[in-house]
């Protein structure tokens, strides 16, 4: 990731990197990953299952052995296609593609994304992209969200739509019935989004300076000992309070609580 010229980063990164630059540090520059629990494992399968399955679809290949095998699978898949009003349209004039991928440039940076379902009509463009996990509360995380900002900032910019013809709509398909969270993108959000993005690159550029040459730590944010969701693990961490395990488990679950 940061041996070539150009550094990827995905909206991942970026969620991680605005909360706990410190914890970026730990997960993308030294490596300091534990494996994921079982259960944590089983749901990513699952996860990727889905994903596949839905691809598969796009591209009209067969999805039976996956359905029959899994009917917890069958059963979300069949009731997110009957939900989904864009999963039945059958229209040769609309362009459309699974796993559709975007890239553009800021300096050093090649921000990538990689749409679940891209929908180009003549009017609007609709991201879509399938969770399955409980769905948050409050709209405002997944509004605040970098997978959110940095995927409709992609597309406005690699693009002909303006900001206001772009949607995003999550869909929470583990749930028994599927629930959806429309977005929508105006021009005002897209400058903000663009002027935060520069913000947080900078940032990011002096601190992998720093790191590469003086050996420096990537810093803790100001407000981090009492908004940042890592700061007490980090700290238990280094004092050996906490196993890897545990440190994991804690992590993976702010992770899905923030988004």
């Given at each position: 990731?940061?041996?070539?010229?150009?550094?990827?980063?995905?909206?991942?990164h970026?969620?991680?990197?605005?909360?706990?630059?410190?914890?970026f540090?730990?997960?993308?520059l030294?490596?300091?990953?534990?494996?994921?629990?079982?259960?944590?494992?089983?749901?990513?399968?699952?996860?990727?299952?889905f994903?596949?399955?839905m691809?598969?679809?796009?591209?009209?290949?067969?999805?039976d052995?996956?359905?029959?095998?899994?009917?917890?699978l069958?059963?979300?898949?069949?009731?997110l296609v009957?939900?989904n009003?864009?999963?039945?349209e059958?229209?040769s004039?609309i362009?459309r593609?699974?796993?559709?991928?975007?890239t553009?440039?800021?300096?050093?940076f090649l921000?990538?994304?990689?749409?679940?379902?891209?929908i180009?009509?003549?009017?609007r463009?609709?991201?879509?992209?399938?969770?399955t996990?409980?769905?948050p509360?409050?709209?405002?995380?997944l509004v605040?969200n970098w997978?959110?900002?940095?995927?409709?900032?992609?597309?406005?910019?690699?693009s002909e739509?303006?900001?206001?013809q772009?949607?995003?709509?999550?869909?929470?398909?583990?749930?028994?019935?599927?629930?959806?969270?429309?977005?929508?993108y105006?021009e005002?959000?897209?400058?903000?989004?663009?002027q935060?993005?520069?913000?947080?690159l900078?940032?990011l550029?002096?601190?992998?300076s720093?790191?590469?040459?003086l050996?420096?730590?990537?810093?803790?944010?100001?407000n981090?000992?009492?908004?940042?969701p890592y700061?007490?693990f980090?700290?238990?961490n280094?004092?050996?309070?906490y196993?890897?395990?545990e440190?994991?488990?804690?992590?993976?679950?702010?992770?899905?609580i923030?988004?």
């Open positions: 990731m940061f041996e070539k010229d150009l550094i990827r980063l995905s909206q991942s970026l969620n991680l990197l605005s909360i706990c630059p410190p914890k540090q730990q997960v993308y030294d490596g300091l990953t534990s494996l994921p629990e079982p259960e944590q494992q089983e749901s990513m399968q699952w996860g990727s299952r994903h596949l399955l691809q598969q679809r796009e591209l009209t290949l067969p999805i052995s996956l359905l029959t095998t899994d009917p917890e069958d059963l979300a898949f069949k009731a009957q939900a009003r864009d999963l039945q059958q229209n004039d362009w593609e699974a796993e559709h991928c975007r553009i440039t800021s300096g050093s921000l990538t994304v990689i749409y679940d379902l891209l180009a009509k003549i009017d463009a609709i991201i879509l992209d399938w969770k996990y409980r769905q509360r409050d709209s405002k995380n605040n997978q959110t900002r940095l995927y409709l900032y992609v597309l406005a910019e690699t739509y303006a900001p206001e772009i949607q995003m709509v999550y869909w929470f398909v583990k749930s028994g019935k599927p629930q959806s969270v429309t977005l929508d105006s005002q959000q897209h400058q903000q989004t663009e935060d993005l520069a913000d947080l900078n940032e550029k002096t601190w992998l720093d790191y590469r040459q050996g420096s730590k990537l810093p803790h944010r100001a981090c000992e009492q908004k940042c700061h007490q980090l700290l238990a280094e004092t050996n309070e196993s890897h395990q440190l994991s488990k804690s992590i993976k679950e702010i992770e899905e923030s988004i």
